[in-house]
């Protein structure tokens, strides 16, 4: 079993900063990554950004580059995202997954992803 729990989540001002963070626990695997997903009322759940644990790449959606920030600590089995400049369209329940199959190519879909926290609600005001 994995367990990944979020927090961090909050109200802020357009323009504003937040830090999501997600603890994961459980089982481990030789190579996997974890990835953000956000989703909107009345939106589908959309893919944000993912890091693999041991390499450190990255990768981000066109909405959030140059904007956000994907990290991880591996000694405390945990993954952050730095939000800056943040807008009204940011707006939405971000979760945490994680892809334990990780190997050359990156996953962009809910679909592909089988380990998923509770969620933490950000919201942006103008």
């Known amino acids: 079993q994995v367990q990944l729990v979020e927090s961090g989540g909050g109200l802020v001002q357009a323009g504003g900063s937040l830090r999501l963070a997600c603890a994961a626990s459980?089982?481990?695997?030789?190579?996997?990554?974890m990835a953000w997903f956000r989703q909107a009322p009345g939106k589908e759940r959309e893919f944000v950004t993912a890091?693999?644990?041991?390499?450190?790449?990255?990768v981000y959606a066109d909405s959030v580059k140059g904007r956000f920030s994907i990290s991880r600590d591996n000694a405390k089995n945990t993954m952050y995202l730095q939000m800056n400049s943040l807008k009204s369209e940011d707006t939405a329940v971000y979760y945490c997954?994680?892809?334990?199959?990780?190997?050359?190519?990156?996953?962009?879909?809910?679909?592909?992803?089988?380990?998923w926290g509770q969620g933490t609600q950000v919201t942006v005001s103008s």
């Open positions: 997954a994680l892809d334990p199959d990780f190997r050359l190519v990156w996953r962009t879909s809910p679909s592909s992803y089988e380990y």
């Open positions: 890091v693999s644990w041991t390499g450190g790449r990255t």
């Open positions: 459980g089982r481990t695997f030789s190579t996997y990554a």
